[in-house]
C-alpha cells in the first residue's frame, strides 16, 4: 500500500533552517504531484508547497522566498528546505501525494522558538 513517512522535523530557533523529507513507497512516485501543508493548533490544514510532476512548483504566499520543495523521482523523496524559519511557521507539517487518489503521510512537528 502507499505509505508517506516524513522526517527532517524538531525544534529550531528562529531564522534558523530545517530540512523537511517525504519518503514515499507502494506507488509509482514519479506520476504523483506532490506537496508540503501543516496545521497548526487550532487552525485548518493549509498549503505550504506543491511540485507537480514536471516540477513546476507552487508556493503560499507566506513561504516564498523562504522555503523550497523540490523531488527526487529516482529516490522517490520529495523535501522542503526551510529557511529562515519563524515563530508561526510552527506546526505539523504533512506530506501529500495526488494523482487519481490523494494521500497524507503521519506529519513532522516543526516548532520555532522566538
Known amino acids: 500500500q502507499v505509505q508517506l513517512v516524513e522526517s527532517g522535523g524538531g525544534l529550531v530557533q528562529a531564522g534558523g533552517s530545517l530540512r523537511l523529507s517525504c519518503a514515499a513507497s507502494?506507488?509509482?512516485?514519479?506520476?504523483?504531484?506532490m506537496g508540503w501543508y501543516r496545521q497548526a493548533p487550532g487552525k485548518q490544514r493549509e498549503l505550504v508547497a506543491t511540485?507537480?510532476?514536471?516540477?513546476?512548483?507552487n508556493y503560499a504566499d507566506s513561504v516564498k522566498g523562504r522555503f523550497t520543495i523540490s523531488r527526487d523521482n529516482a529516490k522517490n523523496t520529495v523535501n522542503l528546505q526551510m529557511n529562515n524559519l519563524k515563530p508561526e511557521d510552527t506546526a505539523v507539517y504533512y506530506c501529500?501525494?495526488?494523482?487519481?487518489?490523494?494521500?497524507w503521510g503521519q506529519g513532522t512537528q516543526v516548532t520555532v522558538s522566538s
Open positions: 501529500r501525494a495526488a494523482y487519481t487518489s490523494t494521500y
Open positions: 507502494g506507488m509509482i512516485f514519479r506520476i504523483y504531484a
Open positions: 511540485i507537480t510532476t514536471d516540477g513546476r512548483t
